[in-house]
């Protein structure tokens, strides 16, 4: 009697399971981010004229203050949520971009690692990888002879901070 009983019962679950849409939970949490991002321009917006000028980028924060010429796409002095939406979408280009080479990264330092302890030695490294060889002291931050994953990052990290410092300076 219980057998059928539970059986129909796990058969209704998971057709209410299937029955659910992914899209739209999806669609429902780019809603609420959309939500959000507009409730912080218009708090942004101090004047209400659809625009941030200079001096209200800088009452949001520093981030925004320092980074309104690249985001003032026109020059004219002030953002509109289109350049804002445009900056968005070039950080998640490059977001993208950075999650597929911190991706190739880890698959470089998986093939390093001949020994499967999840540290890469000097002899392990040899000429595998020439800049990572040339700068094995600088990244190997702990001095134990050996290079993990975290130590790989902080560098990249660093080495990234430095390109863009000599960029902008």
Not at 1 to 19: E, H, N, W
Not at 124 to 153: P, Q, V, Y
Request: aromatic share 4%; charged share 30%.
């Amino acid at each position: 009697m219980f057998k059928p009983l539970i059986c129909t019962a796990l058969v209704l679950a998971s057709g209410i399971a299937f029955a659910q849409d992914p899209g739209a939970e999806r669609g429902a949490r780019h809603a609420d981010r959309q939500a959000q991002v507009q409730a912080r321009f218009t708090a942004a917006d101090k004047d209400g004229n659809g625009r941030i000028d200079r001096l209200e980028a800088q009452a949001v924060g520093e981030r925004m203050a320092n980074n309104f010429d690249r985001m003032d796409a026109n020059k004219d002095g002030s953002i509109d949520q289109a350049e804002l939406a445009a900056m968005r979408q070039k950080m998640r280009r490059g977001g993208d971009r950075m999650k597929s080479a911190m991706s190739c990264q880890r698959g470089l330092f998986i093939g390093m690692d001949d020994n499967g302890d999840g540290a890469v030695t000097a002899a392990e490294l040899g000429s595998k990888h020439e800049r990572w060889s040339e700068d094995f002291e600088i990244i190997d931050a702990n001095r134990d002879a050996k290079l993990t994953s975290e130590e790989i990052k902080a560098y990249g990290r660093a080495t990234m901070k430095a390109h863009r410092a000599a960029r902008e300076g």
